[in-house]
């Protein structure tokens, strides 16, 4: 008989940020995106599941708008990539297509809520580079937390946040959690 862990308690410490700032953040990193990439003729935007979908997904319409152009976006699943889960198993089966759209030759934005150690981005670019070769591969996240584990820098960031090993960031979106903000919780044991 295995015993599992009980959940933590988390503890709200407070409100990093609020709607609003998610929106203006949001408008800002799409600005960003369109000058460093000189326009969005050769971008997909792929978001990696869960919270990274609705960011790749607001992120193309803000760019969209900027540009008049449409920009393709795409959903990357990682749970067979993990390097934190059992390895017993084969590697994933990678059906053509289904992130959404050819990724070869593409300057690809990968996009995350959080990133902490960098273990989810290793896995995601695994598994984006299984879907084909892109041209680029450049990261944006909401919050960058710190305490990284592997060398990966993001070089789009909404906000930087310098939190403890027993603080965690909860980003809240409406697609996902019915509600549009970012917290910040401590364990408490």
Avoid: C
């Avoid at 590697?91 to 289904?98: I, M, S």
């Avoid at 593409?106 to 995350?112: G, Q």
């Avoid at 984006?128 to 960058?144: A, E, M, N, T």
């Amino acid at each position: 008989m295995s015993e599992s862990k009980p959940k933590p308690t988390l503890r709200e410490k407070g409100r990093l940020m609020s709607a609003s700032e998610i929106e203006r953040t949001l408008v800002r990193l799409a600005h960003e995106i369109v000058e460093k990439n000189n326009g969005a003729a050769n971008l997909g935007l792929v978001g990696i599941k869960r919270r990274g979908v609705p960011l790749a997904e607001r992120l193309a319409k803000l760019i969209g708008a900027i540009e008049k152009t449409t920009v393709d976006t795409g959903v990357l699943d990682i749970s067979f990539y993990r390097d934190d889960l059992s390895t017993s198993g084969l590697r994933p089966t990678v059906t053509p297509g289904a992130i959404g759209f050819d990724v070869n030759d593409r300057d690809i934005i990968l996009m995350d809520d959080v990133l902490y150690t960098g273990r989810t981005i290793r896995a995601a670019l695994d598994a984006l580079f299984d879907h084909g070769r892109p041209r680029s591969v450049q990261l944006l996240v909401l919050i960058d937390r710190g305490w990284r584990e592997l060398p990966i820098e993001a070089q789009f960031i909404g906000r930087k946040v310098q939190t403890t090993d027993r603080e965690i960031i909860e980003v809240k979106f409406n697609e996902v959690d019915q509600q549009e903000q970012v917290l910040l919780v401590e364990r408490v044991d």
